[in-house]
């Protein structure tokens, strides 16, 4: 169970790495002004949620609970970063035209829906609090 | 614990130690902190020094401050995770039983329901700041559901605290220096920021003072989370690294932005640049996750001091009051916002001495003078544990300390009254302590024999 777990549990990490830096050049691209805001912030996301993906890869021989524990947190990040790119690309102030900010949401709401989607699953699946 | 169980009669081990399963993670005691970090109180707090300090000495301040701080509450903070018990309950060794009650309801038991007050009129500010023209923004009506929604969280307990900052933390952490990054760069970038020179300089100490001042409560109920901890340093590194990293950042953000631009916040800054649904998420839920702790210290405290009443009664009650003063503040019904912010400044020198007394007792009288040189049986605690009823040395080192603390920066403005109390209060315990010791005089004025619910 553990292992079947580990896996699913990175393979969503691992996409939300991809989509973070995905969303993060759309947006970087997109953005008119302080474009290299978005570009830092996407690298910095990306490299958070990678550094758990490589905690859950090398905890591949751990029990569920921690395993649960790692995927809890990672989770809660994706689900928390994942509101920077819907509440911030569409001030003004980075002039984001209607393709790209319509993009850029809406992969931030994908986001969103794997982070959410993460810790419903590894709470069901672990017994592990959301709180941990 | 021991072997014997104990039933957790109040709530969230309000009067008992942490059991171990229910101990928490060192990510889980940082975010916990942050998330009381997160909050534009905190920005308001920074732009505050830019009257006195320039880009450099607000830089210098924040961290040198912070650095105080985070090693104060590393130490307030091992106690707690090594005893797992929360502050108020710590003090009956170093104060006494009603020692403890009289503290800790000075500590948290009014000043973070006050805190909670004032930030529930603040978080309806807010909300009218971004959305002027809607009902449900309005001040008085903000504060009402605001301060609702803050108290569902301190109701679950330290189970809600964690998970809501688990979702706020991070995204506020990235939110608010990108919103600063823009704002310095559209008011004239570094160059400007380093030519900026404050209205009324004055000296790298007084700033420094300020920062202390700022969060010596924070540091001096540190154990209230710490108690939690699942190994004895997670808390207290917790705590070193969300002070020493993360406040410099928010109290430079506020402060350098007020630097550049005098009068102005970083909210409405936000505003401005259309980053209102970013205003609105940091608003609320980085209120939420500060104001819901104010609550649940206090709920802390009042667990303490009055028998029978379960830890969420005194949420209901604490949190209702609070909402209504808040609602009567935004309305402007006769209840002055400048007397309770006075008042709780007031109860804010009186703490210092408070925290001075508990490190003095835990890491200098009971290893020294006592011999209890093991940090995790250095207190006893459990049912039928046997505590003075009135420690007077260490109450005696409040009072003395409370009152330098209030008058001596009347007399000398430039001493800084919080870490005169804190020294104050650590010096004094350990003299008088020593003094009882040598002299045979007992320290403790009546006993007190905790019941078996922990009270």
């Not at chain 2, 990510?27 to 009381?36: A, K, P």
């Not at chain 2, 506020?172 to 990108?178: L, V």
């Not at chain 2, 970038?189 to 900026?196: I, Q, R, Y």
């Not at chain 2, 912010?341 to 020294?368: E, N």
Request: hydrophobic share 55%.
């Amino acid at each position: 169970m553990a292992e079947a777990f580990t896996s699913y549990a990175v393979k969503s990490l691992s996409a939300s790495t991809v989509l973070f830096l995905v969303t993060g050049l759309i947006a970087a691209t997109g953005a008119q002004a302080f474009s290299s805001h978005f570009a830092y912030f996407a690298v910095a996301s990306a490299l958070l949620v990678g550094v758990n993906v490589a905690r859950l890869k090398y905890c591949s021989g751990c029990d569920v609970k921690r395993v649960g524990e790692i995927a809890v947190q990672a989770g809660w990040l994706v689900t928390s970063l994942s509101l920077v790119y819907i509440t911030m690309a569409p001030a003004k102030i980075y002039s984001m035209n209607t393709v790209n900010l319509t993009i850029t949401e809406a992969l931030g709401l994908i986001l969103l829906m794997i982070g959410a989607t993460l810790l419903l699953k590894t709470k069901k699946e672990t017994g592990v609090s959301l709180s941990i | 614990m021991g072997a014997k169980e104990v039933k957790d009669y109040y709530g969230d081990y309000a009067t008992l130690r942490v059991p171990p399963e229910e101990r928490r993670t060192f990510l889980n005691m940082l975010m916990v902190f942050l998330g009381v970090l997160a909050v534009w109180a905190a920005v308001f707090g920074g732009a505050s020094m830019a009257t006195i300090l320039d880009a450099k000495g607000i830089l210098l301040a924040s961290i040198l401050g912070s650095v105080a701080l985070g090693v104060i509450a590393f130490f307030t903070g091992l106690i707690g995770s090594y005893n797992g018990v929360s502050t108020y309950v710590i003090l009956r060794h170093s104060m006494g039983r009603f020692g403890s009650i009289a503290a800790g309801i000075v500590i948290s038991g009014i000043s973070s329901a006050l805190w909670f007050a004032f930030e529930t009129w603040l978080f309806g500010v807010i909300m009218q700041g971004v959305f002027p023209d809607n009902f449900l923004t309005r001040v008085d009506v903000a504060a009402f559901w605001g301060g609702l929604l803050m108290m569902t969280t301190a109701l679950i307990g330290y189970r809600g605290l964690a998970a809501l900052s688990y979702l706020v933390v991070p995204a506020w952490f990235a939110i608010i220096p990108m919103a600063l990054a823009a704002s310095i760069a559209l008011k004239g970038g570094w160059s400007a920021l380093l030519a900026a020179k404050p209205e009324q300089p004055a000296g790298l100490a007084a700033g420094i003072t300020f920062v202390i001042g700022l969060y010596i409560v924070g540091a001096t109920i540190a154990p209230d989370v710490t108690r939690f901890s699942r190994r004895p340093l997670d808390g207290p590194l917790a705590w070193f690294i969300h002070v020493v990293i993360f406040m410099p950042v928010i109290l430079i953000a506020g402060g350098w932005l007020q630097l550049l631009s005098p009068g102005s916040n970083l909210a409405a800054e936000m505003v401005a640049m259309g980053m209102g649904l970013a205003v609105l998420l940091t608003g609320i839920l980085g209120q939420w996750t500060t104001n819901d702790n104010n609550l649940y210290s206090a709920s802390l405290a009042w667990v303490n001091a009055v028998p029978k009443v379960k830890r969420w009664v005194w949420v209901l009650i604490l949190g209702l009051s609070g909402t209504i003063v808040a609602v009567l503040i935004a309305r402007g019904y006769g209840i002055s916002l400048d007397a309770l912010l006075k008042f709780g400044t007031l109860l804010g020198t009186f703490i210092p001495p408070i925290t001075g007394v508990m490190i003095a007792d835990y890491y200098i009288v009971q290893p020294l003078l006592f011999g209890k040189r093991d940090p995790r049986t250095r207190y006893n605690f459990g049912p039928g544990t046997v505590y003075g009823a009135v420690r007077w040395p260490g109450v005696a080192a409040w009072v003395i300390g409370s009152i330098l603390a209030y008058y001596i920066p009347k007399i000398h403005p430039g001493v800084p009254g919080a870490i005169l109390g804190l020294f104050t209060g650590l010096v004094v315990h350990i003299l008088l302590m020593a003094l009882c010791k040598a002299s045979g005089i007992p320290h403790d004025v009546g006993k007190w024999v905790e019941t078996e619910t922990g009270w």
